[in-house]
Protein backbone atom coordinates (compact mmCIF):
# COMPACT_ATOMS: atom_id res chain seq x y z
CA UNK A 1 0.00 0.00 0.00
CA UNK A 2 1.19 3.37 -0.83
CA UNK A 3 1.11 5.90 1.73
CA UNK A 4 0.49 9.59 0.63
CA UNK A 5 3.13 11.79 2.22
CA UNK A 6 0.98 14.59 4.27
CA UNK A 7 0.86 17.87 3.29
CA UNK A 8 3.36 19.39 5.49
CA UNK A 9 5.82 16.48 4.08
CA UNK A 10 5.01 17.57 0.76
CA UNK A 11 5.52 21.87 1.37
CA UNK A 12 8.94 20.52 2.53
CA UNK A 13 9.90 18.48 -0.34
CA UNK A 14 9.12 21.50 -2.35
CA UNK A 15 10.76 23.98 0.04
CA UNK A 16 14.13 21.97 -0.63
CA UNK A 17 14.21 21.30 -4.21
CA UNK A 18 13.30 24.52 -4.73
CA UNK A 19 15.95 25.59 -2.75
CA UNK A 20 18.96 23.75 -5.22
CA UNK A 21 17.48 24.48 -8.22
CA UNK A 22 18.06 27.77 -9.95
CA UNK A 23 14.87 30.29 -9.37
CA UNK A 24 14.61 30.90 -12.98
CA UNK A 25 13.97 27.35 -13.59
CA UNK A 26 10.28 26.56 -13.97
CA UNK A 27 9.20 23.77 -11.38
CA UNK A 28 5.92 21.98 -12.91
CA UNK A 29 4.57 19.73 -10.05
CA UNK A 30 3.55 16.37 -12.04
CA UNK A 31 0.41 15.49 -9.69
CA UNK A 32 -0.92 12.50 -12.03
CA UNK A 33 -2.62 9.63 -10.02
CA UNK A 34 -2.67 12.19 -7.53
CA UNK A 35 -5.68 13.36 -5.24
CA UNK A 36 -6.17 17.48 -5.77
CA UNK A 37 -5.46 17.68 -1.90
CA UNK A 38 -1.78 16.85 -3.09
CA UNK A 39 -2.29 19.68 -5.65
CA UNK A 40 -3.94 21.97 -2.88
CA UNK A 41 -0.84 20.89 -0.59
CA UNK A 42 1.95 22.00 -3.46
CA UNK A 43 -0.13 25.39 -3.88
CA UNK A 44 -0.25 26.19 -0.27
CA UNK A 45 3.62 25.74 -0.58
CA UNK A 46 3.67 28.44 -3.90
CA UNK A 47 3.30 26.35 -6.39
CA UNK A 48 1.69 27.58 -9.21
CA UNK A 49 2.58 25.04 -12.41
CA UNK A 50 1.05 21.41 -12.38
CA UNK A 51 1.50 18.43 -14.77
CA UNK A 52 -1.12 16.52 -15.69
CA UNK A 53 -1.00 13.07 -18.25
CA UNK A 54 -4.27 12.36 -18.59
CA UNK A 55 -6.63 15.42 -19.79
CA UNK A 56 -9.48 13.39 -18.28
CA UNK A 57 -8.18 13.01 -15.16
CA UNK A 58 -6.98 16.09 -15.02
CA UNK A 59 -10.76 18.16 -15.63
CA UNK A 60 -12.55 16.03 -12.76
CA UNK A 61 -9.36 17.68 -10.23
CA UNK A 62 -9.39 21.21 -11.67
CA UNK A 63 -13.53 20.85 -11.17
CA UNK A 64 -12.62 20.25 -7.32
CA UNK A 65 -10.23 23.45 -7.76
CA UNK A 66 -12.09 25.65 -8.91
CA UNK A 67 -11.14 28.24 -5.38
CA UNK A 68 -7.44 28.26 -6.50
CA UNK A 69 -6.41 30.92 -8.62
CA UNK A 70 -3.44 31.63 -10.74
CA UNK A 71 -2.68 27.75 -11.86
CA UNK A 72 -0.84 27.33 -15.21
CA UNK A 73 -1.74 23.59 -16.29
CA UNK A 74 0.74 21.89 -18.36
CA UNK A 75 -0.36 18.48 -20.49
CA UNK A 76 2.44 16.41 -20.38
CA UNK A 77 0.97 13.15 -21.78
CA UNK A 78 0.35 11.29 -25.38
CA UNK A 79 -3.03 13.60 -26.46
CA UNK A 80 -5.22 11.30 -28.56
CA UNK A 81 -7.27 13.69 -31.61
CA UNK A 82 -10.27 13.27 -30.09
CA UNK A 83 -9.21 14.85 -26.64
CA UNK A 84 -7.77 17.65 -28.82
CA UNK A 85 -10.71 20.18 -27.93
CA UNK A 86 -10.69 19.32 -24.28
CA UNK A 87 -7.17 19.71 -23.79
CA UNK A 88 -6.82 23.06 -25.70
CA UNK A 89 -10.17 24.53 -23.48
CA UNK A 90 -7.84 22.61 -20.30
CA UNK A 91 -4.77 23.65 -20.28
CA UNK A 92 -2.20 26.27 -20.87
CA UNK A 93 0.47 24.22 -22.09
CA UNK A 94 1.37 21.07 -23.88
CA UNK A 95 4.30 19.28 -23.58
CA UNK A 96 3.52 16.61 -25.67
CA UNK A 97 2.69 17.43 -29.05
CA UNK A 98 4.26 14.74 -30.48
CA UNK A 99 3.32 14.20 -34.33
CA UNK A 100 2.46 16.52 -37.42
CA UNK A 101 -1.29 14.80 -37.11
CA UNK A 102 -1.82 15.94 -33.30
CA UNK A 103 -0.51 19.32 -33.95
CA UNK A 104 -2.74 19.87 -37.21
CA UNK A 105 -5.78 18.99 -35.42
CA UNK A 106 -4.60 21.66 -32.40
CA UNK A 107 -4.11 24.44 -34.94
CA UNK A 108 -7.40 23.94 -36.45
CA UNK A 109 -10.06 23.76 -33.07
CA UNK A 110 -7.10 26.02 -31.56
CA UNK A 111 -9.03 29.13 -34.26
CA UNK A 112 -11.91 27.48 -33.38
CA UNK A 113 -12.15 28.25 -29.68
CA UNK A 114 -9.63 30.20 -29.67
CA UNK A 115 -7.04 29.66 -27.54
CA UNK A 116 -3.77 29.88 -28.69
CA UNK A 117 -1.67 27.42 -26.42
CA UNK A 118 2.08 27.40 -25.44
CA UNK A 119 3.42 23.89 -27.39
CA UNK A 120 6.55 21.67 -26.82
CA UNK A 121 7.43 19.30 -29.61
CA UNK A 122 7.95 15.99 -27.94
CA UNK A 123 11.30 14.62 -29.93
CA UNK A 124 13.39 11.34 -29.46
CA UNK A 125 17.03 12.53 -29.48
CA UNK A 126 17.68 8.74 -29.77
CA UNK A 127 15.58 5.94 -31.07
CA UNK A 128 13.23 4.77 -28.92
CA UNK A 129 10.52 2.74 -30.77
CA UNK A 130 8.08 2.19 -27.62
CA UNK A 131 7.72 6.11 -27.31
CA UNK A 132 5.42 8.38 -28.81
CA UNK A 133 7.86 11.33 -30.26
CA UNK A 134 9.35 13.28 -33.51
CA UNK A 135 12.66 11.09 -34.62
CA UNK A 136 14.67 13.64 -35.41
CA UNK A 137 14.35 13.23 -39.34
CA UNK A 138 10.53 13.71 -38.56
CA UNK A 139 11.24 16.82 -36.69
CA UNK A 140 13.24 18.10 -39.63
CA UNK A 141 10.67 17.12 -42.11
CA UNK A 142 7.88 18.25 -40.08
CA UNK A 143 8.94 22.09 -39.21
CA UNK A 144 8.54 23.80 -42.04
CA UNK A 145 4.40 22.77 -42.13
CA UNK A 146 3.97 23.16 -38.47
CA UNK A 147 5.83 27.04 -38.70
CA UNK A 148 2.51 27.87 -41.04
CA UNK A 149 0.67 26.40 -37.49
CA UNK A 150 -0.99 30.06 -36.84
CA UNK A 151 -2.80 29.02 -33.63
CA UNK A 152 0.18 27.63 -31.69
CA UNK A 153 2.81 28.94 -30.28
CA UNK A 154 5.57 26.51 -30.67
CA UNK A 155 7.68 27.60 -27.74
CA UNK A 156 9.50 24.34 -26.75
CA UNK A 157 11.32 21.04 -27.12
CA UNK A 158 10.28 18.07 -24.48
CA UNK A 159 12.35 14.83 -24.42
CA UNK A 160 12.46 11.82 -22.39
CA UNK A 161 15.32 9.44 -22.68
CA UNK A 162 14.91 6.12 -22.72
CA UNK A 163 14.02 3.87 -20.05
CA UNK A 164 17.26 2.28 -17.99
CA UNK A 165 19.73 4.83 -20.27
CA UNK A 166 22.86 5.54 -18.11
CA UNK A 167 23.57 8.96 -16.85
CA UNK A 168 26.21 9.86 -19.63
CA UNK A 169 23.28 8.80 -22.06
CA UNK A 170 21.44 11.13 -21.20
CA UNK A 171 23.16 14.10 -20.49
CA UNK A 172 24.26 13.59 -24.39
CA UNK A 173 20.49 13.52 -25.06
CA UNK A 174 19.70 16.49 -22.89
CA UNK A 175 23.00 18.31 -24.25
CA UNK A 176 21.85 17.85 -27.92
CA UNK A 177 18.47 18.76 -27.23
CA UNK A 178 19.92 22.03 -26.19
CA UNK A 179 22.30 22.21 -29.59
CA UNK A 180 18.69 21.12 -31.19
CA UNK A 181 17.18 24.31 -30.11
CA UNK A 182 19.65 26.28 -30.90
CA UNK A 183 19.64 24.73 -34.72
CA UNK A 184 16.12 25.20 -35.04
CA UNK A 185 16.13 28.91 -34.02
CA UNK A 186 19.01 29.84 -36.30
CA UNK A 187 16.79 28.21 -39.33
CA UNK A 188 14.65 31.70 -39.68
CA UNK A 189 11.48 29.98 -39.25
CA UNK A 190 8.57 32.90 -39.23
CA UNK A 191 6.91 31.36 -36.17
CA UNK A 192 8.43 28.75 -34.06
CA UNK A 193 10.70 30.32 -31.56
CA UNK A 194 12.36 27.82 -28.93
CA UNK A 195 12.84 29.16 -25.90
CA UNK A 196 12.05 26.52 -23.53
CA UNK A 197 13.59 23.15 -22.83
CA UNK A 198 11.16 20.48 -21.00
CA UNK A 199 13.65 17.89 -19.86
CA UNK A 200 14.24 16.59 -16.67
CA UNK A 201 12.20 14.65 -14.20
CA UNK A 202 13.05 13.17 -10.83
CA UNK A 203 15.57 10.89 -11.45
CA UNK A 204 17.61 13.27 -14.03
CA UNK A 205 16.57 16.68 -13.28
CA UNK A 206 19.91 17.92 -11.91
CA UNK A 207 21.51 16.73 -15.19
CA UNK A 208 18.86 18.44 -17.00
CA UNK A 209 19.24 21.23 -15.73
CA UNK A 210 22.96 21.76 -16.15
CA UNK A 211 21.87 20.87 -20.02
CA UNK A 212 20.18 23.87 -20.01
CA UNK A 213 16.26 22.67 -18.95
CA UNK A 214 13.80 25.63 -18.23
CA UNK A 215 11.11 23.24 -17.04
CA UNK A 216 11.08 20.65 -15.18
CA UNK A 217 8.78 18.03 -14.57
CA UNK A 218 8.44 16.19 -10.84
CA UNK A 219 6.11 13.53 -9.84
CA UNK A 220 7.61 11.23 -7.00
CA UNK A 221 10.40 13.84 -5.80
CA UNK A 222 7.45 15.76 -4.32
CA UNK A 223 4.53 13.38 -3.42
CA UNK A 224 5.90 10.10 -3.26
CA UNK A 225 5.10 7.04 -5.28
CA UNK A 226 2.12 7.39 -7.16
CA UNK A 227 -0.64 5.01 -6.16
CA UNK A 228 -1.43 1.70 -8.72
C1 LIG B 1 5.10 11.02 -14.87
C2 LIG B 1 5.87 12.00 -15.66
C3 LIG B 1 6.80 12.86 -15.05
C4 LIG B 1 7.12 12.82 -13.58
O1 LIG B 1 7.86 11.67 -13.29
P1 LIG B 1 8.60 11.46 -11.88
O2 LIG B 1 9.64 10.46 -12.18
O3 LIG B 1 7.58 10.97 -10.93
O4 LIG B 1 9.17 12.78 -11.49
C5 LIG B 1 7.44 13.78 -15.85
N1 LIG B 1 7.20 13.86 -17.17
C6 LIG B 1 6.32 13.05 -17.79
C7 LIG B 1 6.12 13.20 -19.25
C8 LIG B 1 5.64 12.09 -17.06
O5 LIG B 1 4.77 11.28 -17.69
Redesign the pocket.
Known amino acids: MTVSPSPGHIQERITSVKAAIPSQVRL?A?T?KQPSSCIRAAYEANIRDF?E?QVQEAIAKQAELVDLKGITWHL??HLQSNKARKALLHFDWI??VDSLKIAARLNEIAADVQRSPYCCLQVKMVPDPPKYGFSLDDLWASLPQLDQMQHLKIAGL?T?PPRESSIEEIKYIFQHAQILAHQINTEGFNRIRINEL?L????D?QVAIASGSTMI???????GD?PA
Open positions: IVKGSIGHSMISGMSSYRLGTTLFR
